[in-house]
């Protein structure tokens, strides 16, 4: 158990560059949405992390432990459904239907991503959408449905997340 590294607080920026880490830890969505749970870093040690509940750690994100120890949060490769499509309409239409079965999504310019889901992709087809299966980062919208509080900086295009 004393080898475990506690990690307590979230950082968005980091504010000192000599704060730079070299730890890091890659994790998928699901564990990204979760307040309390194990890992395993980069270097092989273990990390306990015990944040704020309704967090929702994004790639970028930085957890500093009670010690001072600072690790970088990296978003994993999952496997995701993207919907390119440059019809707004269409775009949007889908995105409603999505969101109205509380699907965490993501949100680009001229395309939408969520985690793989034959159902979900047999109804955007059914809207006439091409749904491309890939390997990527999964950095869902953070929306109204969402606990705990909202950070005022955002990642790149503002995106949210919906939580269910």
């Known amino acids: 158990m004393s080898d475990v590294l506690m990690f307590e607080k979230v950082i968005k920026v980091l504010k000192d560059s000599t704060q730079l880490t070299e730890l890091t830890l890659t994790l998928p969505y699901e564990k990204r949405q979760k307040s309390r749970f194990r890992a395993q870093m980069n270097n092989g040690k273990d990390a306990g992390i015990s944040i704020e509940r309704g967090s929702v750690l994004r790639g970028g ?12 949060i990296i978003s994993a490769d999952e496997e995701v459904s993207s919907i390119h499509c440059d019809s707004a309409q269409d775009l949007a239409r889908a ?5 109205n079965r509380h699907v965490s999504l993501q949100v680009g310019d001229h395309w939408l991503r969520y985690l793989k889901d034959h159902v979900l992709d047999e ?3 059914g809207f006439g959408l091409i749904v491309k299966h890939e390997f990527a ?3 869902p919208e953070v929306g109204a449905y969402h606990g705990g509080h ?10 949210h997340n919906h939580h269910h």
């Open 61 to 72: 994100d930085y957890l500093q432990s009670r010690d001072g120890q600072i690790v970088l």
């Open 95 to 99: 995105a409603y239907h999505l969101g």
């Open 123 to 125: 109804m955007v087809e």
């Open 137 to 139: 980062t999964f950095e």
């Open 150 to 159: 909202s950070h005022a900086s955002h990642d790149d295009n503002d995106k």
